[in-house]
């Protein structure tokens, strides 16, 4: 046993790179990515208790830049599958969560090791292939993210377990920060990998043990994970991947005696339905289970008269249609003055005129594809809606295509209303709606920035006039969980800038900051009394 308190590294924010053409770290990387696309098709099983399960009904994946290409097949769950994997967890946690915390710690340290050296390309060529992002999307999510969330979670760690309480004279007070009592479900999205991997890695790290159900979409590079988290040395049955519908999965997991929490990205329709039923059961648990949530967005861009064209523009560019608008992030909306209106409105459509779209495998496509066709269908409609609507138009992009992969061109719509469609329904693909506002209403503006939506993710202003920026930064408050000054609202750094929002937009939990951590602990306080008293009288009994 271990008998001093350790420094661990500290962490330092993985430096992206850029991939430039010609140069060997873009060739390995290309030379991956067709490595994966031309293999053999892939069979990716469920990971449960350490054993790769499999099953008779198998569902393919395939590009969305190139959905005719079969890519293999992943195994699909039952409700069974989902018992096992909480067996399986239940039967690691007592072992885990006794291990000493620094060699938990090691797991994750030697894993965002692991990414940063021989899984990188791999991780960055899954994502790249089965959710359509181009190489410096990828990087920045696949590679950098989640290394960030590795190392940057261990040393929140230390911050919790390091703040004590005081003591009395005789008496020695100290808490300790336990695991929950149970394991925690984990749901993930499809847009951002690294994320996929923190909902899993953040609650173990903390001496927990999880199920996890990725998405459907997002299972390629999934298996990854757990092929890294197996690499770093994370003991069996401490992380275990089902793929399953999720109904099914919650038919069995909220009705579960030590169902201890959820860590969730998705949809807020999706998440309110999860709190619904946990409610619904709280009878059943042996606790209370944390609920922990990063939902949906409608994101704006609130520019004031004092701002300048070229930044704004580019803001909303680079806002709106990284990785086709499929953030939680993106800017969705904007508001832009009446003054600089025709000068960013020209800049505008000359950038995302100039972009290119196509297969990641072609590093100057700025845009991919949209993930799969049900959000093709979607995100068309949408378009279709402003294209017959009277009080908006289509200024650039609203061309889209199908046949090969699920392309959409970035979209730019304007319109009279401020209320319209486009401006207040979360839409998670490359349309951005603007509202063109008079110069001089800029507070009653920012009313209605704050009062569109059902959101509060993220924002930004875009001002150089710092009256304005600090009115908006008031009227703005609760608006966005995470808010820009004169930059895109997307691109948060673990480390830098802890992610998340309130209202409809999740828990505000913050992913990659020690907040989020302490949800996945339950606190004992302990009192020793060195010398104990041996009469019952106080003093003042005289």
Request: aromatic residues 12%; neutral net charge; hydrophobic residues 40%.
């Amino acid at each position: 046993m271990a008998n001093a308190f350790f420094n661990v590294p500290v962490p330092v924010n993985e430096p992206v790179r850029a991939y430039a053409p010609g140069t060997a770290e873009h060739k390995n990387l290309i030379d991956k990515y067709k490595e994966l696309y031309n293999q053999p098709q892939i069979d990716i099983p469920m990971y449960i208790g350490g054993k790769e399960v499999r099953t008779e009904k198998k569902r393919p994946m395939a590009p969305p830049h190139d959905h005719q290409k079969l890519l293999g097949h992943y195994n699909q769950g039952s409700a069974v599958h989902v018992e096992q994997a909480i067996e399986a967890a239940m039967n690691a946690r007592e072992a885990w969560a006794n291990t000493p915390w620094e060699q938990r710690a090691a797991v994750f340290l030697r894993a965002a090791e692991l990414l940063a050296g021989p899984f990188r390309d791999k991780m960055n060529a899954a994502t790249m292939l089965a959710q359509s992002k181009n190489v410096f999307q990828a990087e920045i999510d696949a590679a950098c993210e989640m290394i960030d969330f590795f190392r940057f979670n261990v040393q929140y760690l230390t911050t919790i377990y390091k703040d004590q309480p005081i003591s009395s004279p005789g008496v020695w007070n100290r808490v300790e920060y336990r695991p929950l009592e149970g394991f925690i479900y984990a749901i993930t999205p499809f847009n951002f990998t690294s994320i996929c991997a923190n909902l899993c890695a953040s609650p173990a790290l903390m001496g927990n043990v999880v199920v996890w159900k990725p998405a459907a979409s997002q299972v390629y590079s999934a298996a990854v994970i757990m092929e890294l988290f197996q690499a770093a040395g994370l003991p069996d049955g401490v992380i275990n991947m089902v793929t399953i519908d999720g109904p099914t999965a919650g038919e069995v997991i909220f009705k579960h005696r030590d169902f201890g929490g959820i860590h969730f990205t998705g949809s807020t329709e999706v998440f309110r339905g999860l709190w619904k039923n946990i409610g619904e059961n709280l009878d059943k648990y042996k606790s209370y289970p944390r609920i922990v949530g990063e939902t949906g967005g409608k994101d704006f861009v609130m520019v004031h008269r004092s701002a300048k064209a070229a930044e704004v523009a580019t803001a909303l560019s680079r806002g709106a249609f990284e990785y086709q608008g499929q953030k939680c992030s993106a800017a969705s909306r904007a508001y832009i003055p009446s003054n600089i209106w025709a000068d960013v409105k020209s800049i505008l459509v000359s950038q995302v005129s100039s972009m290119k779209m196509g297969s990641p495998e072609d590093t100057s496509n700025f845009i991919n594809a949209v993930i799969d066709k049900k959000a093709f269908t979607k995100i068309s409609e949408y378009i279709d809606y402003a294209k017959a609507a009277s009080d908006a138009e289509i200024i650039v992009g609203g061309n889209y295509d199908g046949s090969k992969g699920y392309f959409i061109e970035p979209t730019v719509i304007v319109t009279t209303n401020p209320k319209f469609k486009t401006m207040e329904e979360e839409i998670f693909g490359p349309v951005l709606t603007i509202h063109v506002y008079d110069e001089y209403k800029y507070e009653e503006t920012l009313h209605i920035v704050d009062s569109t939506s059902e959101y509060a993710l993220t924002g930004s202003i875009m001002a150089t006039d710092r009256y304005a920026i600090t009115q908006a930064t008031d009227a703005l408050r609760n608006a966005a969980g995470n808010f820009y000054i004169n930059d895109k609202p997307t691109g948060a750094v673990v480390g830098q800038q802890p992610f998340g929002g309130a209202r409809g937009s999740g828990t505000n939990d913050k992913a990659g900051a020690a907040m989020n951590l302490m949800r996945w602990v339950s606190v004992r306080t302990i009192k020793e009394t060195f010398v104990s008293p041996t009469d019952y009288r106080y003093p003042f009994l005289g």
